[in-house]
């Protein structure tokens, strides 16, 4: 492993956001970084190499009154295509799996789109299911 995992601190937000530019088309001209690093149930993991940020994952925790258990959402699942299919995405949902057991955490999920096919192939070679379900969204501003 020739990169590094650690969190995301207001040292990297900038080349964070060029990270999430490079693999999204939605993301707006000024992300609100600083205030999820403020949130405490937030928690994104970057893979660094040269002081620059190749991969990342957010981990939303979230609790289930109902349930009485806890659980991680996960987004903005990302690796620079240059560095895809080295083990960057592995080790940093490795990671997100490790904090997992240590924080008492049922499940883990995040939606995916239809179309990122490969991205589906790797979160089913580390062992994740398809829910059948369906994600609705109802836009309001």
Do not use: W
């Amino acid at each position: 492993m020739d990169f590094k995992i650690k969190e995301l601190s207001s040292t990297y937000i900038k080349s964070y956001i060029e990270l999430l530019r490079n693999c999204f088309d939605n993301i707006p001209l000024n992300p609100n970084v600083e205030k999820m690093l403020e949130n405490k149930n937030f928690v994104t993991l970057i893979a660094l190499k040269d002081d620059k940020v190749i991969g990342a994952i957010t981990i939303d925790k979230r609790y289930n009154y109902i349930k009485n258990i806890y659980f991680y959402i996960l987004e903005n699942v990302c690796t620079l295509k240059s560095y895809r299919n080295n083990h960057v995405a592995t080790y940093l949902l490795k990671e997100v799996e490790k904090r997992a057991k240590l924080d008492n955490i049922s499940y883990i999920s995040f939606t995916s789109r239809n179309t990122r096919e490969a991205a589906h192939k790797f979160y089913l070679k580390n062992n994740y299911q398809i829910k059948d379900t369906s994600v609705f969204i109802k836009s309001i501003n």
